[in-house]
């Protein structure tokens, strides 16, 4: 049997709607807040270049957000509260038009290629469906339970019937041991849809769609849509005893897609800080952004992983990466870095069981579940905020990039201090770029075997990009990142080693190459089917929008014959990393 009830579906599917501007009630929010345009950011470039720096080095461009703006900073920031407190769902409905979540209800949002995201309080237990209005239904997928709300994330495909409603509704979903739960579907048979949640939608809606309570109480907000950024004021709705009330404090720093918030208001009754806060973000005379986001109060994210301070981590987003996972770590593992932090964007290929199998070796790996489309400086941003206390230093890097050396050449043996040398720089430097090589198919049809850096052998001549390793507590507040370097502050700087590289195995067998057309996750990279930027050094040279093998692939890029990682990591860890206790 469903675990849901039904008698009453109107009483769960509740949405918080009203036609009046929250602008009346940011009148009395006072504290205008200061924005600079000032640039934001500048290079100290040349410092330990590996390599001659000409007029086509790679070196890291500024950052191309000038829309994007943050505060004067302030020794000591004085928030400012606006506060109402709600005495009847009645007066809510009229003064703050949120999606607000109720108990039981699930939160849902339309993403793209036809998937639906779901969030639900309950455990996965069993099998779970979505079910649609008109009776159509299919199979939700677990994603993980995600770290602010404690909700768990749920995907769906959307059925091919219910594709056909102009306004779509959310979809219920259903925990059951049977396939039966389909009967459990709204009933509505007509285009109309029976009364209940709207459906956001990720590609056209402006959307809060995450957010993460940090040490000393800031909250960073994850939207996407943001129209404007000055005058953004942050909302928080919670309840104190039986009352429910609405708070506002203008942000922070509002900068891509996270917004750093002022802590929310502490309740003033019994039982009100374990609550759960939702939050969202609004400008004087709009109304707020429809919300997805929840946080609770016990504790923060930044102090909830690990009770020791880690030298070197590492971060990365992927999906689908579990046949990669385990070289990349058991390799980074051997050479230093102490912990792993995989951000998950909705993978299919059990790298839940994966990690548990390479955990269960002794390595340290922690996943966090980012269902949300094209946002990986947000989730980077998140990284870099919430492990601030666990980390000193954090690699940001791909499952398909390896740092390396060639002073380890004769090194028989791998050692946890080999990055010590990369991270011995004096207190005043923040970031560290290695330059990046990008490896060819090298003659490969389809996935080596024995891995990417020792089935990948040859390279481009000249380095592309470069990598970063950043100092966590000198990243600037605002998070601003372009996934491969941060902005840091005032008084730190970025240098160049000369101690490593990062062997990047980017332009793999066809098999794996062409998934990169599906879709990019960086929220300011143009997917490669959308025919713009086509020279960008981020795709690949000549080829063009489609997803097609060109003549010749397995033999393209191979400029340079380079295979001293392929043979250090065969002598370490054994062919294929089948002995990586050697």
Same mark, same amino acid.
């Given at each position: 049997?469903?675990?849901?009830?039904?008698?009453?579906?109107?009483?769960?599917?509740?949405?918080?709607?009203?036609?009046?501007?929250?602008?009346?009630?940011?009148?009395?929010?006072?504290?205008?807040?200061?924005?600079?345009?000032?640039?934001?950011?500048?290079?100290?470039?040349?410092?330990?270049?590996?390599?001659?720096?000409?007029?086509?080095?790679?070196?890291?461009?500024?950052?191309?957000?000038?829309?994007?703006? $943050?505060?004067?900073?302030?020794?000591?920031?004085?928030?400012?509260?606006?506060?109402?407190?709600?005495?009847?769902?009645?007066?809510?409905?009229?003064?703050?038009?949120?999606?607000?979540?109720?108990?039981?209800?699930?939160?849902?949002?339309?993403?793209?290629?036809?998937?639906?995201?779901?969030?639900?309080?309950?455990?996965?237990?069993?099998?779970?469906?979505?079910?649609?209005?008109?009776?159509?239904?299919?199979?939700?997928?677990?994603?993980?339970?995600?770290?602010?709300?404690?909700?768990?994330?749920?995907?769906?495909?959307?059925?091919?019937?219910?594709?056909?409603?102009?306004?779509?509704?959310?979809?219920?979903?259903?925990?059951?041991?049977?396939?039966?739960?389909?009967?459990?579907?709204?009933?509505?048979?007509?285009?109309?849809?029976?009364?209940?949640?709207?459906?956001?939608?990720?590609?056209?809606?402006?959307?809060?769609?995450?957010?993460?309570?940090?040490?000393?109480?800031?909250?960073?907000?994850? /939207?996407?849509?943001?129209?404007?950024?000055?005058?953004?004021?942050?909302?928080?709705?919670?309840?104190?005893?039986?009352?429910?009330?609405?708070?506002?404090?203008?942000?922070?720093?509002?900068?891509?897609?996270?917004?750093?918030?002022?802590?929310?208001?502490?309740?003033?009754?019994?039982?009100?800080?374990?609550?759960?806060?939702?939050?969202?973000?609004?400008?004087?005379?709009?109304?707020?952004?429809?919300?997805?986001?929840?946080?609770?109060?016990?504790?923060?994210?930044?102090?909830? +992983?690990?009770?020791?301070?880690?030298?070197?981590?590492?971060?990365?987003?992927? &999906?689908?990466?579990?046949?990669?996972?385990?070289?990349?770590?058991?390799?980074?593992?051997?050479?230093?870095?102490?912990?792993?932090?995989?951000?998950?964007?909705?993978?299919?290929?059990?790298?839940?069981?994966?990690?548990?199998?390479?955990?269960?070796?002794?390595?340290?790996?922690?996943?966090?579940?980012?269902?949300?489309?094209?946002?990986?400086?947000?989730?980077?941003?998140?990284?870099?905020?919430?492990?601030?206390?666990?980390?000193?230093?954090?690699?940001?890097?791909?499952?398909?990039?390896?740092?390396?050396?060639?002073?380890?050449?004769?090194?028989?043996?791998?050692?946890?201090?080999?990055?010590?040398?990369?991270?011995?720089?004096?207190?005043?430097?923040?970031?560290?770029?290695?330059?990046?090589?990008?490896?060819?198919?090298?003659?490969?049809?389809?996935?080596?075997?024995?891995?990417?850096?020792?089935?990948?052998?040859?390279?481009?001549?000249?380095?592309?990009?470069?990598?970063?390793?950043?100092?966590?507590?000198?990243?600037?507040?605002?998070?601003?990142?372009?996934?491969?370097?941060?902005?840091?502050?005032?008084?730190?700087?970025?240098?160049?080693?000369?101690?490593?590289?990062?062997?990047?195995?980017?332009?793999? /067998?066809?098999?794996?190459?062409?998934?990169?057309?599906?879709? &990019? +996750?960086?929220?300011?990279?143009?997917?490669?089917?959308?025919?713009?930027?086509?020279?960008?050094?981020?795709?690949?040279?000549?080829?063009?929008?489609?997803?097609?093998?060109?003549?010749?692939?397995?033999?393209?890029?191979?400029?340079?014959?380079?295979?001293?990682?392929?043979?250090? $990591?065969?002598?370490?860890?054994?062919?294929?990393?089948?002995?990586?206790?050697?």
């Amino acid at each position: 049997m469903p675990r849901h009830s039904r008698c009453s579906r109107l009483s769960r599917i509740s949405s918080i709607a009203g036609g009046v501007s929250v602008g009346a009630l940011l009148l009395l929010a006072g504290g205008h807040n200061a924005y600079s345009r000032a640039p934001l950011f500048s290079w100290p470039l040349g410092h330990g270049a590996p390599f001659t720096l000409g007029a086509d080095s790679p070196a890291p461009p500024p950052f191309p957000f000038a829309a994007d703006f $943050s505060p004067s900073p302030s020794p000591s920031p004085q928030y400012q509260y606006s506060s109402f407190r709600l005495s009847d769902d009645s007066l809510a409905r009229r003064l703050l038009p949120l999606r607000l979540r109720a108990p039981q209800q699930d939160d849902a949002v339309l993403l793209p290629d036809q998937e639906v995201l779901l969030l639900d309080d309950a455990e996965p237990t069993g099998d779970a469906i979505c079910a649609f209005q008109g009776g159509a239904s299919s199979p939700a997928r677990p994603l993980g339970r995600l770290p602010a709300s404690g909700l768990h994330a749920y995907v769906c495909r959307l059925p091919e019937p219910a594709q056909s409603f102009q306004q779509l509704q959310a979809p219920l979903l259903l925990h059951s041991s049977t396939p039966s739960a389909a009967a459990a579907a709204p009933d509505s048979p007509s285009p109309s849809p029976s009364p209940g949640r709207a459906l956001l939608n990720w590609s056209s809606d402006p959307i809060v769609f995450d957010s993460s309570l940090l040490d000393g109480g800031d909250v960073l907000v994850f /939207a996407k849509g943001i129209s404007h950024r000055q005058d953004l004021q942050c909302f928080y709705r919670y309840s104190d005893g039986a009352d429910t009330i609405l708070a506002s404090s203008p942000a922070i720093t509002s900068v891509q897609q996270v917004t750093r918030c002022p802590p929310a208001p502490t309740p003033m009754k019994s039982g009100g800080s374990t609550s759960g806060v939702l939050v969202t973000l609004g400008v004087t005379g709009e109304d707020p952004m429809p919300s997805l986001a929840t946080f609770h109060r016990q504790q923060p994210e930044s102090s909830s +992983v690990t009770p020791q301070k880690s030298s070197v981590c590492a971060c990365t987003m992927g &999906r689908n990466i579990a046949k990669f996972l385990g070289e990349w770590a058991l390799y980074h593992t051997a050479i230093g870095v102490d912990h792993f932090f995989i951000y998950d964007n909705g993978s299919e290929d059990n790298l839940a069981q994966r990690v548990a199998q390479l955990k269960s070796t002794g390595l340290n790996i922690t996943t966090v579940p980012w269902p949300w489309t094209k946002t990986q400086e947000a989730g980077l941003s998140h990284c870099a905020a919430t492990q601030q206390g666990s980390c000193t230093w954090m690699a940001v890097m791909d499952v398909d990039e390896f740092i390396f050396s060639t002073s380890w050449i004769g090194l028989e043996m791998p050692s946890k201090s080999l990055l010590d040398p990369v991270i011995a720089v004096d207190d005043t430097v923040g970031q560290i770029y290695l330059a990046c090589y990008d490896f060819a198919p090298s003659g490969q049809t389809e996935h080596p075997p024995e891995g990417v850096c020792q089935g990948y052998t040859c390279r481009l001549k000249n380095p592309q990009k470069h990598k970063s390793l950043v100092r966590l507590d000198a990243v600037e507040p605002s998070l601003m990142n372009v996934v491969h370097h941060f902005k840091l502050k005032p008084g730190f700087k970025s240098i160049w080693t000369a101690f490593a590289r990062v062997n990047h195995y980017k332009y793999q /067998a066809w098999s794996e190459f062409k998934v990169k057309f599906k879709r &990019r +996750v960086s929220a300011y990279v143009a997917d490669w089917k959308d025919p713009i930027n086509l020279d960008s050094k981020d795709r690949a040279p000549g080829l063009g929008v489609d997803d097609k093998e060109p003549d010749g692939w397995a033999q393209k890029f191979c400029e340079v014959k380079d295979n001293t990682l392929q043979l250090l $990591s065969a002598r370490w860890f054994g062919v294929g990393f089948r002995n990586p206790h050697h």
